[in-house]
């Protein structure tokens, strides 16, 4: 009897073991489990929704009609033009003013704090309400004409009709604007990386000879390298994807961009019976485009490289 209680006790012992360390083994994808369910509902859903849309007609059945449809359409050249446009000069701006204003700030000279708090504000306004904001400032009556009449620089009755420019133009205005808002963000990621960076690794660089910008080059961007590559990526996938902004100041089709041409699709023209097949269809040109740079993007950075070292 003694010998058959010992095994019994020796068993529940182990079995209270073994649910201990499957307990402890499983709070990681516990705590994962309601971002994983969130995902699931609000990301993967209507992905698989959208491949699906594009893939198929009114009827339900297999078809690549859709992506005729976009490629011919007459936006989709300039709307993937202008896209490239923004990617290209909004990401170099933003990323060359962040840097400058993270290395200014990250000098810790006196009001740095403040200054890093007025920097912020662009970044805490939400879109719509700085695109409300900005077109009440480029109206003929808006309080940019206001503000130069009064600085001095608009001669009484003159004034500058902002959005009745060139395409070019728009394309410059919206780039600035936009940079104006995002600058703040790519800033607080560059700081924090300026920040991690070992004082001692600088003043050595310093000790021998080295100037500000020797090493800055040398020393700071090298080790700075990885938080770029976050910043860059980050904003590449998010300036592909412009289109607010766009919307509120030139309304749809003026200056069309690949996003923008989703919903007009969706939202504007929604009655029409391709408007579906178009806006899914776009859904996935956009998709492909993202990955396609992000992918191009790690590649020339050397991120993949240093992942296998």
């Known amino acids: 009897m003694a010998s058959i209680s010992s095994n019994v006790t020796g068993k529940g012992v182990w079995n209270k073991k073994m649910w201990k360390r499957i307990g402890a083994q499983a709070v990681p994808y516990l705590l994962v489990m ?6 699931a509902a609000f990301w993967l859903r209507p992905v698989i929704t959208s491949v699906l849309g594009g893939l198929t007609d009114a009827s339900g059945n297999f078809t690549l009609q859709n992506f005729a449809m976009v490629f011919n359409e007459r936006s989709f050249m300039p709307a993937l033009g202008n896209t490239a446009i923004i990617v290209i000069f909004s990401v170099t701006l933003e990323f060359l003013g962040a840097l400058f204003l993270a290395l200014l700030i990250n000098r810790n000279f006196a009001g740095s704090g403040l200054f890093l708090f007025l920097a912020m504000i662009p970044m805490a306004l939400p879109a719509a309400a700085a695109g409300a904001m900005w077109i009440t400032g480029l109206t003929a009556h808006g309080w940019i004409n206001s503000l130069l009449h009064y600085l001095g620089f608009l001669a009484e009755g003159k004034k500058i009709y902002w959005l009745a420019g060139s395409d070019l133009a728009m394309l410059a ?3 600035l604007v936009d940079a104006w808002q995002v600058i703040p963000s790519v800033m607080i990621i560059l700081l924090a990386g300026l920040q991690n960076i070992p004082t001692e690794m600088q003043e050595a ?6 100037r500000y910008l020797t090493v800055l080059r040398q020393i700071t961007m090298p080790l700075l390298k990885p938080t770029i590559q976050t910043a860059v990526i980050l904003r590449l996938i998010s300036a592909i994807q412009i289109w607010l902004i766009v919307v509120l100041l030139l309304g749809f089709s003026r200056l069309p961009v690949l996003v923008e041409r989703i ?3 969706f939202k504007e023209v929604r009655g029409l019976e391709i408007s579906y097949g178009m806006a899914s269809g776009y859904t996935i040109v956009v998709s492909a485009i993202v990955s396609l740079a992000a992918l191009a993007y790690l590649q020339v950075s ?8």
């Open 302 to 309: 050397g991120a993949f490289k240093r992942d296998r070292e």
């Open 205 to 210: 660089g310093y000790v021998f000879g080295g």
């Open 263 to 265: 919903v007009f699709y």
């Open 173 to 175: 205005l919206i780039i």
């Open 34 to 39: 309601p971002v994983v369910l969130y995902y």
